[in-house]
T-cell receptor, first 113, second 114 residues
């Protein structure tokens, strides 16, 4: 079965600084990878996804992630964060077939003015 | 507007009193699921449904029931709630369940069982 590890539970960062949120996965087969964002008091929404093809994936709000098969990682990056990026970020993995998404435990990003 | 709605958004109840949390989507999605979110544990799937009358257990199904009589609705039923079911619950839907489709989440239902 697949699993996801988000290495940091909390990441504080100053406004306009770059940020990287780390995600590693485990699977014996090929994977699909997702990042979801949860703003305060809201449901989750998709930031970006990797299904196949280019390993650098661009998402909404200036975020991007890179799929690294050898490192089994899918780290999320943004070159310059805003206060409005304060949220919880979830990495998720699935595999081909009718299988559910498996979520990581989340990383709480706090952007400091 | 494409959306997933849940009701109620907040609920405080007592141990053993049956309750239902409703979920409805207007996107004609085949796949629907329920998650619970707990601090430090992320989201864990409770039940999912591939289509009408087709449901299956997720990772943490104990103490919950679901039904899928119509494509748009997927209620979550707690027959005898207990305090360990205090949590934030999310309903989600997607076009399919093959793992490639984006899931659309409802706004969440915060349940407290005393």
């Amino acid at each position: 079965a697949q699993s996801v590890t988000q290495l940091d539970s909390q990441v504080p960062v100053f406004e306009e600084a770059p940020v990287e949120l780390r995600c590693n996965y485990s699977s014996s087969v090929s994977v699909y990878l997702f990042w979801y964002v949860q703003y305060p008091n809201q449901g989750l929404q998709l930031l970006l996804k990797y299904l196949s093809g280019s390993t650098l994936v661009k998402g909404i709000n200036g975020f991007e992630a890179e799929f690294n098969k050898s490192q089994t990682s899918f780290h999320l990056r943004k070159p310059s964060v805003h206060i409005s990026d304060t949220a919880e970020y979830f990495c998720a993995v699935s595999v081909p077939g009718n299988t559910p998404l498996v979520f990581g435990k989340g990383t709480r990003l706090s952007v400091i003015a | 507007e494409a959306q997933v709605t849940q009701n109620p958004r907040y609920l405080i109840t007592v141990t053993g009193k049956k309750l239902t949390v409703t979920c409805s989507q207007n996107m004609n999605h085949e796949y629907m699921s329920w998650y619970r979110q707990d601090p430090g544990l992320g989201l864990r799937q409770i039940y999912y449904s591939m289509n009408v009358e087709v449901t299956d257990k997720g990772d943490v199904p104990e103490g919950y029931k679901v039904s899928r009589k119509e494509k748009r609705n997927f209620p979550l039923i707690l027959e005898s709630p207990s305090p360990n079911q205090t949590s934030l619950y999310f309903c989600a839907s997607s076009r399919g369940g093959t793992g490639t489709y984006e899931q659309y989440f409802g706004p969440g239902t915060r349940l407290t069982v005393t």
